[in-house]
């Protein structure tokens, strides 16, 4: 049975990859940060990284890093504010589930760690650095 699913879960992963890669020949005029990022596949119940990276590398610890889902409200998912977490804001699904970690943000990783996948965090995530006006997409597919 789970083979199944990861098979299903596969599946569900490549259509989105053919399907964005074809979106991103006709890019939109957005700075992106670092290029758009392959989609992110889960189950349920494992950690993940969504990844961001800026592009060219630079430290960003003391920049403000907003990880938010658009159709969420509150849309944000985790926000960095000048060296620490501010999280007044956050989706309460999210709560105590995001981090970033301050040794990679000294060299532009601003990769988003999300701790027990649920169902429920499947979708579109966007990170987005105001100072820049630069932001990167990725996509979470959550499998069963």
Request: aromatic share 6%; with cysteine; glycine share 8%.
């Amino acid at each position: 049975r789970m083979l199944c699913l990861k098979d299903e879960l596969f599946v569900k992963v490549f259509q989105h990859i053919v399907h964005h890669r074809l979106i991103y020949l006709c890019p939109s005029g957005q700075s992106l940060v670092g290029g758009p990022p392959p989609p992110v596949a889960a189950l349920v119940g494992e950690d993940i990284l969504l990844p961001c990276r800026l592009d060219p590398a630079a430290d960003a610890v003391s920049m403000i890093i907003e990880w938010g889902r658009p159709n969420l409200k509150p849309r944000f998912v985790h926000v960095w504010h000048e060296g620490q977490d501010l999280l007044v804001n956050q989706n309460p699904s999210y709560k105590g589930r995001t981090s970033l970690s301050t040794d990679k943000l000294k060299h532009g990783d601003l990769s988003l760690r999300l701790s027990k996948v649920k169902v429920s965090d499947g979708g579109t995530y966007r990170c987005f650095i105001p100072k820049l006006s630069r932001e990167s997409t990725v996509q979470l597919i959550v499998g069963e």
